[in-house]
């Protein structure tokens, strides 16, 4: 091996067991929580609250909402790839004459401070 690479500082979620195990708490997670929705008893609101799995299905409907919604304003949000660079050169223009460039590149330019 490299000795980078062996220098390289390791993550926790650099080594894929790391992230099986991860994967296997967050589903184990899930499955406790469907098995409590048969034992918990809510205190609702609105009949369809009853529904099983409404929770879930809400949340994943929502996001869904909210994926198309940004999706649906990046059409009037986004800018171009070069829009700071145009904002840049709008502010700082270059100079018209190559000489004066080259002038004042052999004398150190105007920020060299002294």
Known sequence: MDKQNDNEKQYLFDNPKNVKRLLYIVYACCA?????EFVIHRHIYHS????????PIY???GCVVLVLVAKWM??????????YDKLESKQ???P????????EQAQG???VDA
Request: charged share 30%.
């Open 59 to 61: 949340g994943f409907v």
């Open 109 to 111: 330019g105007h920020d």
């Open 74 to 83: 990046r059409t009037f949000l986004m800018r171009d790839e070069d829009y």
């Open 32 to 36: 406790v929580l469907v098995l409590l």
């Open 92 to 94: 700082h223009p270059k």
């Open 96 to 103: 018209a004459n190559k000489k004066q460039t080259e002038a």
């Open 48 to 55: 369809w609250e009853e529904l099983f799995g409404f929770y």
